[in-house]
Nanobody, 126 residues
Framework: QVQLVESGGGLVPPGGSLRLSCQASGSAFRTYSIGWFRQAPGSAREFVAAIKGSSSSRYYADSVKGRFTMTRDNAKNTAYLQIARLEADDTAVYFC???????????????????WGQGTQVTLSS
């Protein structure tokens, strides 16, 4: 079992950047695939990025490729999402999620993850 806590959100000017963290507690963090999702008001939860536990291969939604970078530090039980050149559509609550033995095909589906954090708000300032 794993517990997840996100941090790092905030108010960011257009074109700015920030780094979100997903701190995990529990054992065997390196065996979990980690996903980042976001949800804007009135919208469904949307896949952003994922990193596999077994290979550390990374996957991104087309809408964020080139601007978002996901990494993980297994020694610190932490996953990160670096966001660059923030845009209006990036405003959302960002969630990290975890599960084990996820096939690559299912990394983008929220229902495949059994563990979720509480989310952190990212807002583009005007």
């Amino acid at each position: 079992q794993v517990q997840l806590v996100e941090s790092g959100g905030g108010l960011v000017p257009p074109g700015g950047s920030l780094r979100l963290s997903c701190q995990a507690s529990g054992s065997a963090f390196r065996t979990y695939s980690i996903g980042w999702f976001r949800q804007a008001p009135g919208s469904a939860r949307e896949f952003v990025a994922a990193i596999k536990g077994s290979s550390s291969s990374r996957y991104y939604a087309d809408s964020v490729k080139g601007r978002f970078t996901m990494t993980r530090d297994n020694a610190k039980n932490t996953a990160y999402l670096q966001i660059a050149r923030l845009e209006a559509d990036d405003t959302a609550v960002y969630f990290c999620a975890a599960d084990r033995h996820l096939m690559t095909t299912y990394l983008g589906f929220p229902a495949q993850y059994g563990y979720w954090g509480q989310g952190t708000q990212v807002t583009l300032s005007s």
